[in-house]
């Protein structure tokens, strides 16, 4: 069995888009797709600007930008720490 996104079975799909050529018109729905499309990317252009400016603005004041790492190490020193506590606790199930 295929899932489908938000779990749409193909009926649903095709009676939907049935629904779409009633009301937009078979000669309409490519312009409407091409619509979407442009807003997409222009939307993905725009977020992927914004993190670049980030990125720089983050290089010019001499921030680390690779806090992940930092963070995984603060997490793995946390989890010996809880290790080296609950050794002697744990229980067998």
Do not use: C
Request: charged share 30%.
């Amino acid at each position: 069995m295929i899932t489908l996104p938000l779990f749409i079975s193909g009926a649903e799909i095709g009676f939907i888009i049935f629904i779409l050529i009633m009301v937009f018109g078979a000669d309409k729905i490519p312009d409407i797709a091409r619509g979407l499309g442009k807003g997409m990317r222009t939307l993905k252009n725009a977020s992927n600007d914004i993190k670049s400016e980030i990125t720089k603005s983050a290089e010019k004041q001499g921030i680390n930008k690779d806090i992940s790492n930092d963070v995984k190490n603060e997490i793995s020193k946390v989890k010996e720490d809880l290790d080296e506590i609950t050794g002697s606790i744990k229980r067998r199930f």
